[in-house]
């Protein structure tokens, strides 16, 4: 009924995430506020030490570059809306805002799923190649490998965003998200949505799963590849590789539960909370788990605060 009587809709209601309290405003504005801090001053740090100390100019550490750089516009996408949606009387997000939102979430996501697997060779050509790593991944064919994952995330963005904007959006408006997402927008749409779906199934799937197939089996090769080593080389070597690990899990596992289940069996609920991982915890936590407690990422930062205050001092 309200497909056929409704107008068409020029902004959409964000409810954020399902069933809170109001008491508890404060509380996630300030949860948000510090998980957003802490993302930006984390990835910063990473991008500032990468570029400014020497000792840091290798692949892996000019993919972890990239990582920061793209985990600052992930992460930047939907907290600011977020943080003002949270104290503001008014929730609304335009139409062709709320779809900018989600072209630019998609090139920064797929951008960051790809660089994953990029990291999983660098780590592989390290370990079981290391006499032609210098040659192999060098800085040239990490700028190409940078650039080709931006180019495939936005292009895969374009395609949904375009398959998005034909469909009909009539009568409700609420979304019920914190962002403008794919699934919220497909229950909403008054289109048959079946194209949509199945391009997120077929595409998607190769977006998703051929990268984390490919992790999966550069890990079974670096796992072998280890084992040969002498144990204090194995425990430096799985510690590098947990980190990455981690990363793995947290993104890939939350987008999978998200993304790859039918329209008609999503949960808001369910979907604003993976989402919450997937789009703030992980790209607040990646400079923390995989680069910050490294002991070369440490002494630079020794080494640049050093700098800083005999700077002040003189």
């Known amino acids: 009924m309200d497909c056929e009587n409704g107008t068409d809709i020029e902004e959409f209601v964000l409810l954020g995430f399902p069933s809170k309290p109001e008491h508890q405003l404060l509380?996630?504005?300030?949860?948000?506020?510090?998980?957003?801090?802490?993302?930006?001053?984390?990835?910063?740090?990473?991008?500032?030490?990468?570029?400014?100390?020497?000792?840091?100019?290798?692949?892996?550490?000019?993919?972890?570059?990239?990582?920061?750089?793209?985990?600052?516009?992930?992460?930047?996408?939907?907290?600011?809306?977020?943080?003002?949606?949270?104290?503001?009387?008014?929730?609304?997000?335009?139409?062709?805002?709320?779809?900018?939102?989600?072209?630019?979430?998609?090139?920064?996501?797929?951008?960051?799923?790809?660089?994953?697997?990029?990291?999983?060779?660098?780590?592989?050509?390290?370990?079981?190649?290391?006499?032609?790593?210098?040659?192999?991944?060098?800085?040239?064919?990490?700028?190409?490998?940078?650039?080709?994952?931006?180019?495939?995330?936005?292009?895969?963005?374009?395609?949904?965003?375009?398959?998005?904007?034909?469909?009909?959006?009539?009568?409700?408006?609420?979304?019920?998200?914190?962002?403008?997402?794919?699934?919220?927008?497909?229950?909403?749409?008054?289109?048959?949505?079946?194209?949509?779906?199945?391009?997120?199934?077929?595409?998607?799937?190769?977006i998703t799963f051929g990268p984390l197939v490919f992790i999966i089996l550069t890990y079974i090769r670096i796992v072998a590849a280890i084992m040969k080593f002498t144990s204090s080389g194995r425990r430096k070597a799985f510690s590098t590789c947990g980190s990455h690990l981690t990363l793995v899990v947290l993104f890939y596992g939350t987008i999978i539960a998200v993304y790859f289940s039918p329209t008609s069996a999503y949960s808001s609920q369910r979907g604003s909370v993976f989402a919450l991982v997937y789009t703030v915890i992980t790209p607040m936590s990646n400079p923390f788990i995989y680069s910050l407690r490294n002991k070369e990422v440490k002494d630079a930062l020794r080494n640049l605060l050093g700098r800083r205050s005999l700077f002040s001092q003189s």
């Open 27 to 206: 509380f996630l504005l300030l949860l948000f506020l510090l998980m957003y801090g802490a993302g930006l001053l984390g990835n910063t740090v990473m991008l500032l030490l990468i570029t400014l100390d020497a000792r840091l100019q290798t692949p892996m550490y000019f993919l972890l570059r990239s990582l920061s750089v793209i985990d600052l516009g992930f992460i930047s996408v939907t907290v600011p809306q977020m943080l003002v949606h949270t104290i503001s009387a008014s929730k609304t997000i335009p139409f062709y805002s709320c779809m900018a939102q989600f072209f630019f979430l998609y090139v920064f996501g797929v951008a960051d799923l790809l660089l994953v697997s990029v990291m999983a060779l660098d780590r592989y050509v390290a370990i079981c190649n290391p006499l032609h790593y210098a040659s192999v991944m060098n800085q040239k064919v990490c700028g190409h490998l940078v650039a080709g994952c931006c180019t495939v995330s936005t292009l895969h963005a374009m395609l949904h965003a375009g398959l998005l904007l034909r469909l009909s959006y009539r009568g409700k408006n609420h979304l019920a998200h914190y962002f403008c997402d794919h699934q919220p927008l497909l229950q909403l749409s008054c289109s048959d949505t079946s194209v949509n779906e199945a391009v997120i199934f077929f595409e998607g799937g190769i």
